[in-house]
C-alpha cells in the first residue's frame, strides 16, 4: 500500500536568523549569517549583503558591513567599523576607553546612536549639545570628531572622544536627543 505523503501545512514555522559568536582573527559573514558577535582579540570581520547585526566586544576590532543596513554595536577599545552601504546605524552603549573611527558615515543616510550611552551615565536631556554634553568638532583634516562630556555625571568626569567620522564636516550633522544624522 502506498500512502500520499501529507498534506503541506497552512502554518510557516517561525525561524529566526542565524547567529555566529567567533572568537576568529578574522571571519567573513557567509549568506545566511545576521548577527554576528565578536569574542575574540582585536578582530577583523566582514559582513554579508544582507543587512547584519555586529556585536562588538571590548579589544579594539575592526568591522565591515556590506551592502545591507546594518546595525554596529560598538566596543570601548577604539572599534574601526565601515557601514559598506545601507543606512547603517552605529551605536554605543557605554563610553569607549579609546576612541575609533566611523570609516564611511554618510550623512542623511546612517546614524550614530548614543542613546544608550546617554541612559547608562545619567544624562536625560534632550538637546545635549546646548546643555554641553556633546561637542561635534572639527579635527582641521576634513574629519568630525564626537565628544562627550562627563563632568558631574555618574561615572567620571571630563570630555571624552567617542569616536571620528572620517570625511564628514560637523556642519552636515544634526543633533536629536541621543541621536546624530545628517
Known sequence: ??????????????????????????????????????????????????????????????????????????GRAGDTATGGGGADTFAFSELPWASGHLTDFTPGQDMLNLSAMYARYGYAGTNPIADGRLQLVSDGAGDTQVWFNMNGLAGGSGNWLVTTLDHVSPSTLHVNSGWITG
Open 1 to 74: 500500500m502506498v500512502r500520499a505523503p501529507p498534506a503541506p501545512s497552512r502554518r510557516t514555522p517561525l525561524t529566526r536568523p542565524p547567529a555566529v559568536s567567533t572568537s576568529d582573527a578574522y571571519y567573513w559573514a557567509p549568506a545566511g549569517v545576521s548577527t554576528v558577535t565578536l569574542t575574540g582579540w582585536a578582530q577583523s570581520v566582514v559582513g554579508n549583503d544582507a543587512g547584519d547585526t555586529f556585536n562588538s566586544n571590548n579589544s579594539g576590532n575592526h568591522i565591515v558591513g556590506g551592502a545591507g543596513a546594518d546595525t554596529f554595536n560598538l
